[in-house]
Nanobody, 114 residues
């Protein structure tokens, strides 16, 4: 299974972006999928997760601004990011947890700057 993120880029504070994570490969039925971010010099941290039944969980710093969703038919995970702040600047990684294995994408860079 390969996870490929897209949708990153540069945006001004207050702007929006939509990240996508497309899964390809063998039949894929993750239990949980999520987005993590890693800013320069910091550890990777949770942004949001969504289970196979649609239950979501968000980091406090993004609640009310970011929305995670998944299209199981397309094997695609999304992160809608609104009201972006400079502190959201980071590489965003897609993660998928299946029975017995964790998968990670290579990341997409989000830069929020005026």
């Amino acid at each position: 299974v390969q996870l490929v993120e897209s949708g990153g880029g540069s945006v001004q504070p207050g702007g929006s972006l939509r990240l996508s994570c497309a899964a390809s490969g063998t039949i894929f039925s993750p239990i949980v999928m999520g987005w993590y971010c890693q800013a320069a010099g910091k550890q990777r941290e949770l942004v949001a997760t969504i289970t196979s039944t649609g239950s979501t969980n968000y980091a406090d710093s993004v609640k009310g601004r970011f929305t995670i969703s998944r299209d199981n038919a397309k094997n695609t995970l999304y992160l809608h990011m609104n009201s972006l702040k400079p502190e959201d600047t980071a590489v965003y990684y897609c993660n998928a947890i299946t029975p017995g294995r964790d998968y990670w994408g290579k990341g997409t860079l989000v830069t929020v700057s005026s």
